[in-house]
């Protein structure tokens, strides 16, 4: 997020992608996935670019503002959880920040052309002509807790493209805390970002080389085979992969940019790192929103089932201590919740000691 902001109006693909990628770390709290976020800002700060960030905002309009002044910053969001669910909550209509993602997901393919703000109604005879920005370029970078960000996803995300166009970098360990000194800027990154804070005067084109293009071919038509099982069993998951060779040129794009100053070709070495970051981040997410997102409460309720169980490990979880951690459901929902998932083949159910039953997921090996 850092390089993509700084590289922003100096180059390009040949296709026209530029570097502006929306990045979301995810993971437990005290994990560390803050460190990033507060490094980022410091190193902007403190090599006179404070300009090219901007904190959370509220609107479409406040994002317009922003580019007003400025077409080219890194939206930082602390706690982006919470922050995306007034984004996406489709029963908040009147929210400003519902205006929001339209104005995301545009600004995520306007890179490189020309955004157009809202056209708002003449305030007393007065018209207001709508923003024009040339080459806007705006790069996002979060942070949040899976539970709480996943749970205020919904299916919508994976038809729109909202999920797609991001890259979640997600933890799934804890790690124990650790006390360490402040973090200081090497010198070599302070002079990287003081040679690329200014505003650009021309855009240079940076191409693949035959090998590099040869590895986005291949990645492009397993991403199509990709698509194309969702449109057979309507595996909406598999749409997560729908701005996937996109992203993946843009971070091969900023791995060359970065090395050679935006002089040498993209290699294949910067698009196979590229695919392979892409593909192994998407399966995180395919894999997450199967666990967590679902349509319905009854279907987030089994979800929830599931990870209960899950997380109990190979040896099982027992009746008593199941329903200790499903305390928010009814016994009757429960335990129609429990029929069905055993019934689906979801759980397995078998007797402990003294007639206890044992809950396990999927069928056993």
Same mark, same amino acid.
């Given at each position: ?5 700084l590289y922003g109006q100096h180059v390009q693909t040949e296709d026209g992608q530029r570097t502006n990628v929306f990045c979301m770390t995810v993971g437990y709290t005290s ?14 700060? $403190? ?27 890194? #939206?930082?969001?602390? $706690? ?14 009147? +929210? ?7 104005? #995301? ?51 919508? $995300? ?15 360990? %804890? ?7 402040? +973090? !200081?800027?090497?010198?070599?990154? %302070? ?27 291949? /990645?492009?038509?397993?991403?199509? !085979? ?5 449109? %057979?069993?309507?595996? !909406? ?34 698009a196979v790192y590229a695919c392979t970051l892409v593909k192994y981040l998407i399966g995180d997410v395919i894999r997450a929103v199967r666990e967590t997102v679902a349509e +319905? ?35 009757? /929902?429960?335990?129609?919740?429990? !029929? ?6 979801? #759980? ?18």
């Open positions: 997020s850092l390089a993509g902001t994990c560390g996935k803050g460190h990033p976020l507060t490094m980022l800002a410091r190193t902007l700060d $403190e090599c006179g670019a404070t300009h090219l960030r901007l904190g959370q905002v509220t609107s479409d309009s406040a994002v317009e503002y922003a580019l007003r002044r400025n077409p080219r910053f890194a #939206l930082l969001i602390d $706690e982006a959880g919470h922050f995306f669910a007034g984004v996406t909550d489709t029963k908040s209509t009147g +929210s400003p920040l519902r205006s929001l993602k339209p104005a #995301l997901l545009e600004l995520w393919s306007s890179a490189g052309g020309r955004w157009k703000g809202k056209q708002r109604v003449p305030n007393r005879d007065k018209e207001s002509e709508p923003a024009v920005i040339d080459d806007p370029h705006v790069c996002l970078f979060g942070m949040t807790q899976p539970q709480i960000f996943f749970d205020g996803v919904s299916k919508t $995300e994976l038809r729109d493209g909202w999920l797609a166009r991001n890259l979640f970098f997600i933890s799934k360990t %804890r790690p124990k805390p650790r006390f360490v000194a402040k +973090s !200081e800027i090497p010198a070599r990154l %302070r002079r990287e970002v003081l040679g690329w804070r200014s505003e650009s005067e021309a855009v240079t084109t940076v191409a693949a080389d035959a090998a590099a293009r040869a590895v986005f071919e291949a /990645f492009n038509d397993e991403v199509y !085979e990709k698509m194309l099982v969702a449109d %057979r069993t309507g595996d !909406e998951t598999n749409y997560l992969y729908g701005k996937a060779l996109e992203n993946a040129r843009r971070v091969a794009l900023i791995l060359a940019t970065g090395r050679h100053g935006g002089r040498e070709a993209i290699g294949e070495r910067d +319905s409460p009854d279907e987030k309720a089994k979800k929830r089932i599931l990870q209960v169980v899950a997380q109990a490990g190979r040896e099982g979880i027992s009746r008593n201590e199941l329903t200790r951690k499903t305390q928010f459901l009814r016994k009757q /929902f429960r335990d129609e919740y429990l !029929e069905d998932l055993v019934e689906g083949g979801e #759980l397995t159910l078998s007797m402990g000691k003294g007639g206890m039953e044992i809950y396990e997921i999927g069928c056993s090996e």
